[in-house]
């Protein structure tokens, strides 16, 4: 009985209006048509190549910088400051980062009127590359914050930590370094629960829309470009045939993620002789950690600093270092989309808490089997690209006649962030050392006391990360919520995007930090309140 | 599935019906005004300027003193995905449609006309259309080439023009051919948005205009090979210039607005606008130096009309058309004329306002502002489109 | 003398909790320290394996065999040290496990070496086993060979016995101290249990800051 109650909310509110919305989505697809307009693209392989190509290449770089990071920092002094860094790092929107990150490097950015001067730009080619270079590393630098926050939640867990403490502390004494034990000890622990954050980062960046029109190539573009240009034609043949793009890109995101995870098994199988190999004195690699922390955050200020100063200049042509002439216009028509910032703070707010109370429920009440049909579902509604799945749920709730109307809103708001509140959470609650309710038990401790006072604030890490997260997530949600609205309700998100589609960079700087700024503040206030204070 | 979309579709026209018969009587002007009173009409239409929006805003002031009507505009992004709203109501069978009036023009215009999705006619029975200038201006009465038939009521006037700054530029290119001149003497600084851009596709239906043998041709459909054969003075011309272009043209910016803001920066010469105002606007908002100077090419530039038009399953029909019908007033069409607002070009002909009406009308020459105007030239018909959109992928894409 | 402290002070938050200890341990002696909890047992330990974090901090010289490593990272003093969890890596097996720690050379040598200790703990046939499939005792058996493989020059035992039932305690004691005595060792040992201490070893009690033979 319990066990029904606990799953019915998470079931009905979510995992059946997804899978409907795919349902849908993919009956749309079912025409022949569709696939053969598709597979006659001219650029449909080399797209789905770049596709392919700039989200691993993204998710390799970002993990390596994530793990090098870690190990050079984990148990430093730095550690605990770690997790604020990257919580601020993550809050920022991609696309806010794509912004600022271009007009760092683009022929015409920062770095060339500082370097190289001259009446025109130089011939640079630093954004929109053939090869995607320029979007690949402005992804994976915007991954390698959620990277680090997913791998330092990971640790810091309480009952995780607490065993890691110990084998570090036995390592050492076995003649390992820091470096060494890291290795040797902490990762090889840690890797197999950070299959899913890799494979949401992956199939974010395969698919990612807005990034790729700022930074991507365009000759060919990567197919996600291809099929949003697809789903906004208008005609029915270009929306099928835009489905139909989304389905591929979803089957070759699939299959490709699967053959890594054999890839990284066998990673895993190819390094065990490094475990027996005996003790090495290699110290944390601290000063390539260092450096690697010190250049994002040069970066990231770097980007936060040009958001803020384009957000009050209309025009800064080249080669000026600053400027001509500043103005407030952009933070004045910001102001007049008040109402859609506080539509989306609520929507947020409203959306992490739900997510948060739905999952725990799930969790709470059913058996560790039925995880992987949870977490499959999360992660495939991450991974599918947006646009296909905003199509179903548009489906879905217009025969609901739930479009226009705040609990469509709402619903849709929801549905990424119970994905995402499952991925962070599933790992630390299942690892979860249910000794410690079987002593609360001992202690006669009902249900309600046993979580509230033992297993809540045990897992108070992993908890505040997946509302925080949630609340990030939900703060930009656009192609569904645009959809649903239908005109009847402003999030922040459409204000942005449809105030900013007249091409102002300067509106575009402003928004982007509108956007950024309450996810930052809510990562930072979980970051405070998540400090482990049970040493 | 074919079978249960006809099913589908035949049971919303069943439920539409009834509300076919109510286009005859906008004729009974009164009427409408009195059943307007009161409603509430959700103005689809594209926000991305800040003058347009506070334009939007002034109209829904009036409309709300003269005619007791409420006009929420609804902030959009993309036509098509308003399109794709309605249909996907009608076909859900949803009468009381999210959508009473819809700012559109060109392919999503042709797209709802041919799958029914729209109101009327209305238009032509609409007071204030007896102003427009139907001869002057044919683009009010055939909509890239299809014709409007009163499902849509013109608004304002669009013609592809181009802008850079006057001191770096010299004398601007004025044709194509000069075009592909200026490129090869500024290696690198010139470019066009890739198609399905709209105005990539304009750029490349512009070359065609001007390089095709024979102009009689575009009117009327075209099946693909005539096409390739009529259009291969237009790919040589591209060949040509491709070399010369930014990135050698092997890449294009995807997006007008980016080619915008790459001219902004200093990284391209020449920009492209539907809007011949445009320029001017941006260097009254800063975002282009004073310097800016705006042209046309001289033997005309590719123009068009964009419209407003009523879904089927509108709720407030009446007030949708007292709406259309106040944005055609001369009051209304002059301040959007006026470049201090929006600075859109009129659709009426001034030669049929009262002198008092004409004086709306101020000539203005700001900086930026289109100097010498061209004539207007019409879309090519819609079957040119997607073949051009198709063989420039085809040829250039990858 | 093999492993020395001299003058070793430490202090919780700045306040004294070890006041000037000084001990002297000679190879393969086991010497027994008892105190009660939150003496300073275990941080005592941790400072002579050298990974005493704050709040705590400490002075005083640690000798191996007359050198000073007070200073030196606990990876390179090669102090072993046994816990009340027997810690093995739940990622690896048995064998790798002994491995890890075991100074690096010719492979076969070192494969050898690995059977031959889990021999002697009575666990040949082991090595490709999770440690999560072994019992306690197996388990405590191969935490010390996994100590012992690495050759430390001094051996520190924090309550190693404690998670252990009462039979299989005599039998794991007699197991580690045998072992101990056997490579000639030197030991120390914190526990609050007096029957732990080897029968006739020396025995220390620390009560209130100070160190005095019992």
Redesign the interface.
């Known amino acids: 009985m319990t066990r029904i109650a606990g799953a019915l909310p998470l079931l009905a509110l979510w995992a059946v209006p997804l899978l409907a919305a795919l349902v849908m989505a993919i009956?749309a697809a079912?025409?022949s048509a569709a696939w053969t307009a598709l597979l006659v693209?001219?650029?449909l392989w080399?797209a789905l190549g770049l596709s392919l190509w700039t989200g691993t290449a993204a998710t390799c770089l970002a993990f390596i910088c994530a793990l090098i990071i870690s190990a050079g920092v984990y148990r430093s002094p730095a550690w605990p400051w770690l997790q604020p860094l990257a919580a601020t790092g993550m809050a920022l929107p991609h696309l806010a980062f794509a912004i600022g990150f271009g007009i760092l490097i683009?022929?015409?950015g920062l770095v060339a009127r500082l370097g190289v001067g001259g009446d025109?730009?130089p011939?640079w080619?630093t954004t929109?590359?053939?090869l995607g270079l320029s979007l690949t590393i402005a992804l994976a630098l915007k991954e390698i914050p959620f990277l680090v926050a997913m791998i330092w939640s990971l640790l810091a867990q309480g009952d995780t930590a607490a065993h890691l403490e110990?084998?570090w502390?036995?390592?050492?004494?076995?003649?390992?370094?820091?470096g060494?034990?890291w290795l040797?000890?902490v990762q090889?622990?840690i890797m197999r629960r950070m299959t899913w954050p890799l494979l949401i980062v992956f199939s974010y960046g395969a698919s990612v829309v807005d990034m790729a029109?700022v930074m991507g190539?365009?000759?060919?573009?990567p197919l996600a470009?291809i099929i949003w240009?697809d789903l906004?034609?208008?005609?029915?043949a270009n929306?099928a045939r835009g489905i139909a793009g989304a389905i591929l890109l979803t089957l070759a995101i699939g299959s490709l993620a699967a053959l890594s995870l054999l890839a990284l098994r066998a990673l895993g199988v190819a390094a065990?002789p490094l475990?027996?190999?005996?003790?090495?004195?290699r110290p944390a690699p601290r000063f390539i950690a260092a450096a690697s922390v010190g250049a994002a955050v040069l970066i990231y200020s770097a980007v936060l600093m040009l958001l803020t100063l384009l957000s009050f200049a209309?025009?800064?042509?080249?080669?000026a270092i600053l400027p001509p002439?500043l103005?407030l216009?952009s933070w004045q028509?910001l102001l007049t989309s008040s109402p859609a910032l506080w539509l989306s703070l609520g929507l947020a707010a409203a959306s992490s808490i739900m997510a948060l109370v739905l999952v725990v429920l799930w969790f709470e009440t059913q058996p560790r089997s039925r995880d992987r049909w949870l977490l499959v579902l999360a992660a495939a509604s991450l991974a599918l690209p947006q646009v296909l799945i905003a199509a179903g749920q548009?489906?879905v709730l217009?025969?609901l006649g739930l479009?226009?109307d705040i609990i469509g809103l709402f619903l849709v708001h929801l549905a990424p962030v119970i994905a995402y509140a499952a991925i962070v959470l599933a790992a630390p609650y299942r690892s979860f050392d249910q000794r410690y309710i079987a002593a609360a038990r001992s202690l006669s401790a009902g249900p309600w006391r046993r979580w509230r006072l033992v297993k809540g604030p045990l897992l108070r890490v992993p908890l505040l990360t997946a509302a925080a997260v949630g609340f990030s997530v939900s703060m930009v949600q656009f192609v569904p919520a645009?959809?649903i609205a239908?005109?009847?309700f402003?999030t922040l998100p459409?204000?942005a995007?449809?105030?900013?589609?007249?091409?102002?960079?300067?509106l575009s700087a402003a928004f982007a930090l509108a956007l950024a700024l309450p996810p930052l503040l809510v990562f930072l206030a979980a970051a405070i309140a998540g400090r482990t204070r049970w040493r | 599935m074919s079978v249960t979309l006809t099913r589908r579709r035949l049971v919303s026209l069943a439920i539409l019906l009834p509300f076919a018969g109510a286009a005859r009587a906008a004729a009974d002007w009164p009427a409408t005004e009195a059943k307007a009173k009161g409603q509430t009409v959700y103005f689809n239409a594209w926000a991305g300027s800040e003058q347009i929006n506070a334009y939007i805003a002034w109209a829904g002031q009036e409309l709300q003193s003269r005619h007791g009507i409420t006009l929420q505009h609804v902030k959009i992004t993309d036509t098509a995905e308003v399109v794709r709203r309605v249909r996907d109501e009608v076909a859900a069978g949803k009468a009381d449609g999210s959508v009473d009036l819809v700012w559109i023009n060109g392919e999503n215009f042709r797209t709802m006309k041919r799958d029914k999705l729209l109101f009327g006619p209305f238009a032509e029975d609409l007071p204030n259309f007896a102003l427009v200038d139907t001869a002057g201006k044919p683009t009010t009465r055939v909509d890239f080439a299809e014709a409007v038939d009163g499902l849509e009521s013109p608004w304002g006037m669009a013609q592809l023009t181009f802008f850079g700054d006057g001191a770096k530029l010299g004398q601007p290119p004025r044709s194509m051919l000069d075009l592909l001149d200026f490129a090869k003497a500024h290696p690198g600084l010139v470019t066009y948005p890739a198609p399905p851009d709209f105005h990539g596709t304009t750029f490349i239906k512009q070359a065609l205009i001007e390089t095709i043998a024979d102009r009689s041709l575009l009117p009327m459909p075209i099946g693909k090979e005539q096409f390739l054969a009529v259009a291969q003075p237009m790919f040589n011309f591209l060949d040509a210039l491709h070399p010369h272009l930014w990135r050698k043209g092997k890449q294009f910016p995807p997006s007008q607005s980016q080619v915008k803001q790459q001219v902004a920066d200093g990284e391209l010469l020449i920009g492209l606008t539907f809007n011949p105002n445009e320029p001017a606007n941006l260097v009254a908002t800063g975002e282009l130096p004073a310097t800016t100077i705006a042209w046309q090419h001289a033997q005309g530039t590719i123009g068009n009309t964009h419209f407003v038009a009523i879904p089927i399953n509108a709720q407030a029909k009446a007030a949708a058309q007292v709406v259309a019908n106040f944005l055609l007033s001369p009051q209304a069409q002059a301040r959007k004329a006026d470049l201090a607002v929006w600075g859109d070009p009129t659709v009426l002909d001034l030669t049929r306002l009262s002198a008092a009406d004409t004086a709306l009308f101020t000539a203005q020459a700001a900086p930026g502002s289109v100097t010498a105007p061209a004539p207007a030239i019409p879309e090519p018909h819609g079957s040119w489109v997607p073949l051009i959109e198709a063989s420039w992928l085809e040829r250039y894409g990858a | 003398m093999a492993l020395e402290l001299q003058s070793v002070t430490l202090t919780l938050h700045g306040t004294p909790l070890i006041r000037s200890f000084n001990v002297g341990i000679i190879n393969g002696e086991v010497v027994t320290l008892m105190g009660p909890s939150g003496s300073g047992k275990s941080a005592l330990m941790s400072m002579i394996a050298g990974d005493l974090e704050a709040p705590f901090s400490a002075t005083g010289r640690i000798l191996l065999d007359g050198e000073d490593v007070s200073h030196i990272l606990p990876e390179r003093r090669r102090i072993g040290r046994l816990f009340q969890d027997d810690l093995l890596f739940p990622h690896m097996t048995v064998g790798e496990n002994l491995l890890f720690g075991m100074p690096r050379g010719d492979k076969a040598a070192r494969l050898a070496r690995m059977q031959q200790a889990l021999e002697d703990a009575g666990l040949a046939g082991f090595a490709p086993r999770a440690p999560h499939t072994l019992s306690g005792g197996q388990r405590a058996r191969v935490a010390l060979m996994r100590a012992m493989v690495a050759e430390p020059r001094a051996m520190l035992l924090d309550e190693p016995f404690n998670k252990l039932d009462a039979e299989l305690r005599g039998v794991i004691r007699g197991f580690v101290f045998d072992h101990l005595r056997e490579r000639g060792i030197p030991c120390l040992m914190v526990t609050h249990d007096r029957a732990d201490a080897p029968a006739g070893g020396r025995v220390l009690r620390l009560m209130d800051g100070e160190v005095r033979d019992d």
């Open positions: 009956a079912a025409s693209h001219p650029q080399p683009m022929p015409s025109t730009p011939n080619i929109q590359d053939p110990g084998q502390r036995a390592a050492r004494s076995l003649g390992h370094g820091a060494s034990t040797r000890v090889p622990q029109l190539p365009t000759q060919p573009p470009v240009n906004n034609h208008g005609t029915a929306n065990r475990l027996s190999a005996g003790p090495s004195p209309p025009r800064w042509p080249y080669p002439a103005s216009s028509m548009y489906d217009l025969r479009t226009g645009q959809l239908a005109g009847r402003e459409m204000a995007v449809t105030l900013t589609s007249g091409g102002s960079r300067s």
